[in-house]
């Protein structure tokens, strides 16, 4: 049987994946609201619930992450795909939000990949 580090072992383990979740959900949660004002939200709903979901997402797994859930490692890769979703949805936006939440969701796809013990392989953005 082996056995789970200590949240205090974890605390240093995950503090920079957990300050890339922070900013990534914040990055997010301002990409969807400022790309709802302004007339836009049909044009850029996708984008909207894109972020809004990926936001919701890195909130949820930084949470499991500070507790020392025993299940927390498990969100870090679909994190990892969500943020990298939101990022190839915000690529297809001139917005200079849209390009900061890219730039956050990029940052925190490796934190993440990194913590799980996957190789990122984090990809330029497509200029459209």
Do not use: W
Request: aromatic content about 4%.
């Amino acid at each position: 049987m082996t056995t789970r580090p200590t949240a205090k072992e974890n605390a240093k383990r995950f503090a920079s994946v957990i300050q890339a979740l922070q900013a990534c959900e914040a990055a997010c949660t301002h990409c969807a609201t400022e790309s709802g004002k302004n007339g836009h939200a049909e044009a850029m709903a996708r984008c909207i619930g894109v972020c809004t979901d990926c936001a919701e997402y890195c909130a949820l797994t930084r949470k499991f992450l500070e507790r020392n859930s025993e299940f927390a490692e498990l969100l870090l890769e679909d994190c990892a795909e969500i943020c990298s979703q939101c990022a190839e949805e915000c690529d297809h936006h001139g917005q200079g939000h849209c390009s900061a939440c890219a730039t956050a969701c990029r940052a925190c796809l490796d934190a993440c990949l990194k913590v799980a013990g996957v190789e990122a392989i984090t990809a330029e953005p497509t200029v459209f």
